[in-house]
C-alpha cells in the first residue's frame, strides 16, 4: 500500500470512526438508563464492531484489542445472560475515552498505547455471570435469541421463497442441526442443502438443470457451472435464486440487482438455526425497499476550506448587488431595474444555498453533554436527568464549534450550583432526580439556546451581599441593583457563591467565559431565576457568521456598520434625559439609566448627534451617540491589515453601496467603560 494510500484511508477512517464515537457517548449514557432496549444495544455494538473493523484493517492492534473486549461485554448483554449496570458502564466509557485519545494519537502520527490491563480485565471479568442473577423481564427475553437485522433480512428472503412456491408444510418441517441450536455459529454446507432441499424440493435448488417455477410461471434455466454433487452455490447460481424469486434482474423491494450490491458467498452469511421464521418479516421488508445505508451515499464529504472560499464568493456578489441597487435608484430605466431585480433574487437564493452547506444541526455538539452530565452527578452524589430539545435546529458550523465550551460550563453551573442534594430536595418536597433541559429553537435569524434547572435558584439579596463581599460593588451601588442587575453579577469576573474553592467550581471564572464568548459571537444573555424552583439562562447567538447585517450609521464624515443582531432600539435624545451616575454620563430610559458613548469623539469627528442606538451586548445595554441612521444593509466584514488588526472597538470593514469603506465595529469592546478610547459624550452631561 502506498503512503498517500495509506495516509488517505487513515484520514477516512478517523473521520468516519470519529463520527460513531462521537454518537456513542450519548447512546451509552442512555444504554445505561434503558439496559434492555435491543436496539440500542445492538447500535452501540455495531459501533464498536466498526471502529474494530476499520482499526485491523489498518494494523491499530491495541484499538482492535479494546474494541473486541468491548464487544464481548455488550455480546453477552445481546445474548441476555448479562444485566448491564453502571460498573460496566463505567468500563464502557472509560474504554470510549481511551478509544478517542488513540484517535487522536493516530491524527499525530503517534505510537499507539495498549489498553491498561485493569481496564480489560475489567471488560473481561464479567464473563461468568450467573443468569440466574438476571432480573426476570431479561430472563424471560432470553427464551428468544438476541434479533440481528442481517438474519432479518435473511430469513425475510426465506419467507419470500416459501410463500412463493406454497410449501406451508415445508414451513413446519425446516431441518435444525444441532451443531448450529446455539450461540451465533453459522450453519454448515450439509444444513445449507437442506434448507434448499426444503424450499425447492430434493435437487430442485438454482444449479440444478430443472428450471424453478414460482407462481407458475416459468424461469430461464440457472446455468450449472458446478457438479450436482457441489456443496456451495457460487456467484451465478445464486444470482439465478434471486431471479427465480423476484423476477429477471430484480432484487428485494424490487431494486434492479444493477443498483444494490450483491453477496458474493451466500453460503459464508451466518444463519442462527433455532431462531424461528417470521414469515410476517417478508411483507415489512417488501414495504419498505430503502435500506439504512442508503441515506449516507447521498451526502458528501467536502473540506471547509472549500465552502468558505465560496463562502467568501458569494459575499463578493452581495456588494455587487448593493452596488447595482443604488444605480438603479438613480434612474437607469426599467430594463434596467427590472435586470437588479433578477440580480437581487439570484444572489439571495446563491446566498442562502451557500450558508446551508455551512449549517450543521446542533444536535452534533448536544450529544456530548449527557456523558458530561452523568459523570459530574455521580461525582456529586447527584441523581440529574438531562433532557435535550431542538438538536435538530441548523446553525452555522463556527457557531457550533464556538458554543463547546460556553454550553459546557452552563452545565456545569446548574449541575453544581442549581441542582440540590437528594436529601435536600426530598425536604423541599421535590423529585429526588433533579432535571436540567438544554433546547435551541430558531426565532428569525437567530438561535436561543436554553439551559434551565428545577434547582434552587437564585436569590437576589444573597447575590448583593456577595457582591459587596468581594468588593465588586459598595453597599450603596449593590442597593440600586434591580433583581435583573443582581443576576447578571454572576458574569462578573471573580464572581461565585461558593464559600470553598473546589476542582469544580469556586473560582467565579466559568460564567465570566460563558460571557465573554458569547458577546464575541455577537451575541446576547438573558437570566431568569425564581428561588427555590430553578434557573434559566438564555443564549441569543446569530444564525451564521458568513453574512453580516449591519446598521449604517454617520458619525460627521465617517460611515460605521453596527450589528444589527445586537441593536435593541433607536430613539433621539431630548432635553433632561442625560445625568452623571458614579462618574458615567447616562440617559434615563424606559425606566433605567443607559450609559453613554461618544462615537463621534472616537472617531476623531465633530461633537456627535442626538440619535442613540441602543446595542445590546452580552447582558449589558450601552447608547451609542450618532449623527444619522441610514439604514440597513447585508455585509460581508472583511479582516483589516496586520497594521490595524488590533485597532480597539473596530471588528473589519466592508464597502457600502455605493462605494464607500466603512467600519464595522467590534461591540464587545463597547461592553466595558473603561476603555480609555470610550470616552463620555461632550456637551452634553
Not at 149 to 171: K, N, Q, S, T, W
Not at 508 to 514: E, F, H, I, L
Not at 624 to 635: P, Q, T, Y
Amino acid at each position: 500500500m502506498s503512503v498517500e494510500l495509506d495516509s488517505e484511508l487513515v484520514n477516512v477512517f478517523l473521520v468516519e470512526a470519529g463520527e460513531l464515537l462521537d454518537r456513542l457517548g450519548e447512546q451509552l449514557v442512555e444504554l445505561e438508563t434503558q439496559p434492555s432496549d435491543t436496539e440500542l444495544l445492538n447500535a452501540v455494538f455495531r459501533a464498536f464492531h466498526t471502529v474494530k473493523g476499520g482499526a485491523g484493517f489498518l494494523g491499530f492492534d491495541p484499538m482492535v484489542a479494546l474494541c473486541h473486549r468491548a464487544e464481548d461485554l455488550l455480546n453477552q448483554a445481546r445474548n441476555h445472560t448479562l444485566l448491564l449496570n453502571s460498573a460496566h458502564m463505567d468500563a464502557l466509557l472509560e474504554s470510549l475515552d481511551l478509544l478517542n485519545d488513540m484517535m487522536r494519537a493516530c491524527d499525530a502520527g503517534e505510537t499507539l498505547r495498549e489498553a491498561p490491563a485493569s481496564l480489560l480485565r475489567r471488560l473481561e471479568a464479567q464473563q461468568d455471570v450467573d443468569a440466574v442473577n438476571v432480573p426476570e423481564a431479561v430472563a424471560a427475553a432470553a427464551a428468544g435469541p438476541c434479533v440481528d437485522p442481517i438474519d432479518d433480512e435473511f430469513e425475510a428472503l426465506i419467507a419470500v421463497a416459501r410463500a412463493g412456491r406454497g410449501h406451508d408444510a415445508a414451513v413446519a418441517h425446516v431441518p435444525t442441526a444441532p451443531a448450529a441450536a446455539t450461540g451465533e455459529a453459522p450453519i454448515g454446507d450439509d444444513e445449507f442443502e437442506a434448507l434448499l432441499d426444503s424450499l425447492y424440493g430434493a435437487g430442485g435448488a438454482p444449479g440444478t438443470v430443472d428450471a424453478v417455477v414460482v407462481n407458475a410461471a416459468p424461469t430461464p434455466v440457472a446455468p450449472a457451472a458446478k457438479a450436482a454433487s457441489s456443496t456451495a452455490i457460487d456467484d451465478d447460481e445464486f444470482e439465478a435464486m434471486l431471479d427465480a424469486l423476484h423476477g429477471t434482474g430484480k432484487g428485494p423491494g424490487g431494486a434492479t440487482l444493477a443498483a444494490m450490491p450483491v453477496p458474493v458467498a451466500a453460503a459464508a452469511v451466518p444463519v442462527d438455526a433455532a431462531m424461528p421464521v417470521r414469515a410476517a418479516a417478508a411483507p415489512a421488508a417488501a414495504a419498505n425497499p430503502s435500506r439504512p445505508g442508503a441515506t449516507a451515499e447521498s451526502t458528501v464529504r467536502v473540506d471547509t476550506a472549500r465552502l468558505d472560499g465560496l463562502v467568501n464568493a458569494a459575499g463578493e456578489l452581495v456588494l455587487v448587488r448593493n452596488r447595482l441597487t443604488m444605480l438603479a435608484g438613480d434612474g437607469q430605466g426599467e430594463a434596467m431595474n427590472r435586470a437588479v431585480a433578477e440580480l437581487e433574487r439570484v444572489a439571495a437564493d446563491l446566498q442562502n444555498a451557500v450558508l446551508r452547506m455551512r449549517m450543521q444541526p446542533i444536535g452534533k455538539l448536544f450529544q456530548r453533554f449527557p456523558r458530561i452530565v452523568r459523570d459530574l452527578a455521580r461525582q456529586l452524589g447527584k441523581d440529574i436527568e438531562l433532557k435535550t430539545e431542538g438538536e435538530e435546529t441548523d446553525l452555522d458550523r463556527t457557531v457550533v464549534e464556538a458554543l463547546a465550551d460556553p454550553l459546557i460550563h452552563l452545565l456545569r453551573n446548574a449541575v453544581d450550583h442549581g441542582i440540590e442534594d437528594p436529601a435536600d430536595r426530598a425536604r423541599f418536597k421535590k423529585r429526588t432526580q433533579g432535571t436540567v433541559r438544554l433546547a435551541a429553537a430558531q426565532v428569525g435569524d437567530r438561535i436561543i439556546i436554553t439551559v434551565a434547572d428545577d434547582g434552587r435558584g437564585m436569590d437576589p439579596e444573597v447575590l448583593r451581599r456577595k457582591a459587596v463581599e468581594k468588593g465588586l460593588l459598595d453597599e450603596e451601588q449593590a442597593a440600586r441593583l434591580d433583581t435583573t442587575e443582581c443576576f447578571e453579577l454572576i458574569f462578573r469576573p471573580g464572581f461565585s457563591t461558593r464559600a470553598e474553592v473546589s476542582d469544580i467550581s469556586g473560582r467565579g471564572v466559568g460564567m465570566d467565559v460563558v460571557k465573554t464568548k458569547i458577546v464575541e459571537l455577537g451575541g446576547t444573555l438573558a437570566i431568569d431565576s425564581v428561588a427555590g424552583q430553578g434557573s434559566e439562562i438564555r443564549l441569543s447567538v446569530p444564525l451564521t457568521l458568513a453574512i453580516l447585517r449591519v446598521l449604517m450609521v454617520r458619525v460627521g464624515n465617517r460611515r460605521l456598520a453596527l450589528p444589527l443582531s445586537n441593536i435593541a432600539e433607536v430613539f433621539e435624545l431630548t432635553a433632561g434625559q442625560v445625568s452623571v451616575v458614579d462618574g458615567r454620563v447616562v440617559a434615563s430610559h424606559r425606566g433605567r439609566a443607559l450609559p453613554l458613548c461618544d462615537l463621534a469623539q472616537w472617531a476623531n469627528a465633530p461633537v456627535g448627534g442626538r440619535h442613540v442606538v441602543v446595542v445590546h451586548i452580552g447582558s449589558q445595554r450601552v447608547g451609542c451617540l450618532v449623527d444619522d441612521v441610514l439604514g440597513r444593509e447585508d455585509v460581508m466584514a472583511k479582516p483589516l491589515g496586520s497594521l490595524l488588526k488590533d485597532v480597539p472597538g473596530i471588528a473589519g470593514a466592508t464597502i457600502t453601496g455605493d462605494g464607500a469603506i466603512a467600519l464595522v465595529l467590534d461591540l464587545s469592546s463597547l461592553a466595558d467603560g473603561s476603555q480609555s478610547w470610550l470616552p463620555a459624550p461632550r456637551g452634553l452631561a
